[in-house]
C-alpha cells in the first residue's frame, strides 16, 4: 500500500512539472533587450565669402486674359454642311494686336468655289453693262434699259450669295475682341486640326509694366536694367519707377524694345545679386527652425548634450543661412530632416 502511494505522489509530480515547464513557454515569449540608439545629422557652423541674392517676383499690371475658341455645336453647324479647314492663323506668341483683328481664318472649297463663282458673275454683268452704256452712247436707236435693268438684278442676286458666304466666315473666322498681347497659340493649328472648345489662341491685356515689392533695400535706381530669362529667351527690363510706401518698396519695370514679347507672360521672376559679403558665418538652412517668429538652433557642447540657441539670421545662399549672431565657426549643430 505505501508503494502504491509513493508512486501515485511521484507521478502527480511529474504531470504537475510538464504542465508547468508547457505553460512557461507558452505565457513567455522570448525578448530582444537590445537598445538601438538615436542618431542626429549634424554639421558646422563655417565661415566664408558668399554672394547673396534677391529674388523678386513681377507681375504685371492690370492683367486680363482672354481665350479664343470654337464651341462644338458652332463648329458642327457650318462645318457638318462646308468641310472647313483651317486657312491661316494670322498671329504667334508675342503678337500685339488690336481689336478686330482677324487671328485664324478658315476656309471651305465649296463656299469658296460658290464665292468666286458670284464674284465672276457679278464683274462679268459689270463689264456687261459698261458694254451696253457705250453701245447707248454710239447708237443711240436702240434702248439697253431693259437690259442693263435684268445685269442689275443678277447683281443684286450675286451681291446677296456673297454677302451669305462672308457672313459665314464672319461668324467661324476668329477676330480679337480687345487689344492685348498674343500668349499661346495652340501647337495643333500648325497641322490644321482645331480641338472644339479648347483654348485656340489666348491673349492677354496689360497696362505693358511689371510691378514687384519688397521690403529690402536693394540699392535700385530708376533706369537699371536687368536680364529675365524665361522659356529659354532673355528679355531686358528697365526699371521705370520705384516708389516707397509705408516700409515697401514698389518697383516698376517695363520692356526695353526688342524685348516687348515677355509682355505675353503674367508672373517673372527677376534675380538680383547683392555685395558679396567676406568671412561670412553660416550654416546649412536645416539647422535652423523658427517658434513665434524667433530662430534658434541646437548646439553641442562639450560634454555631447545640445542646448537651443537663439540665432539671428541673415541672407539664404544655396543651402546655406548667413547667422549673424548667436554661433561661433566650429560650432556643432542639429540638423532637421
Not at 12 to 32: A, F, K, M, R
Not at 70 to 84: H, K
Not at 117 to 145: F, P, Q, V
Request: charge should be negative; glycine fraction near 6%.
Amino acid at each position: 500500500m505505501k508503494k502504491i502511494s509513493l508512486i501515485i505522489f511521484l507521478l502527480n509530480i511529474c504531470i504537475l512539472s510538464g504542465c508547468t515547464n508547457q505553460s512557461n513557454e507558452e505565457l513567455v515569449p522570448p525578448q530582444d533587450k537590445s537598445y538601438t540608439p538615436v542618431i542626429h545629422n549634424t554639421d558646422y557652423v563655417i565661415k566664408q565669402d558668399v554672394t547673396p541674392s534677391a529674388e523678386l517676383k513681377l507681375s504685371l499690371l492690370d492683367y486680363e486674359e482672354t481665350g479664343y475658341r470654337i464651341s462644338q455645336s458652332e463648329w458642327n453647324r457650318i462645318n457638318g454642311q462646308y468641310m472647313l479647314t483651317v486657312d491661316k492663323v494670322w498671329v504667334k506668341a508675342g503678337d500685339e494686336i488690336k481689336a478686330g483683328e482677324l487671328l485664324i481664318s478658315f476656309s471651305s472649297k465649296e463656299l469658296d468655289d460658290k464665292l468666286k463663282s458670284y464674284e465672276d458673275k457679278k464683274a462679268e454683268d459689270l463689264l456687261a453693262i459698261d458694254h451696253y452704256n457705250r453701245l447707248a452712247g454710239i447708237d443711240t436707236s436702240y434702248d439697253y434699259k431693259s437690259d442693263i435693268e435684268l445685269l442689275n438684278q443678277d447683281i443684286t442676286i450675286a451681291d446677296a450669295y456673297i454677302s451669305d458666304i462672308n457672313s459665314l466666315y464672319d461668324e467661324i473666322n476668329i477676330k480679337a475682341t480687345s487689344d492685348g498681347i498674343v500668349s499661346f497659340v495652340s501647337p495643333y493649328l500648325s497641322d490644321g486640326y482645331i480641338i472644339t472648345g479648347e483654348v485656340l489662341i489666348k491673349a492677354s491685356s496689360n497696362s505693358k509694366e511689371y510691378v514687384c515689392e519688397t521690403t529690402e533695400d536693394l540699392g535700385l535706381n530708376v533706369g537699371d536694367v536687368f536680364n529675365v530669362e524665361n522659356d529659354m529667351t532673355a528679355y531686358e527690363l528697365c526699371i521705370k519707377d520705384i516708389v516707397f510706401d509705408e516700409g515697401k518698396t514698389k518697383i516698376y519695370f517695363e520692356p526695353l524694345p526688342g524685348s516687348e514679347s515677355v509682355l505675353s507672360e503674367n508672373n517673372l521672376t527677376l534675380i538680383i545679386k547683392k555685395p558679396e559679403i567676406k568671412g561670412a558665418l553660416c550654416v546649412k538652412s536645416q539647422a535652423v527652425f523658427e517658434e513665434d517668429g524667433h530662430y534658434f538652433a541646437y548646439r553641442y557642447k562639450e560634454d555631447g548634450l545640445r542646448e537651443a540657441v537663439e540665432v539671428t539670421i541673415g541672407d539664404y545662399v544655396d543651402d546655406y543661412v548667413v547667422i549673424t549672431s548667436g554661433l561661433s565657426a566650429g560650432d556643432e549643430v542639429e540638423l532637421w530632416d
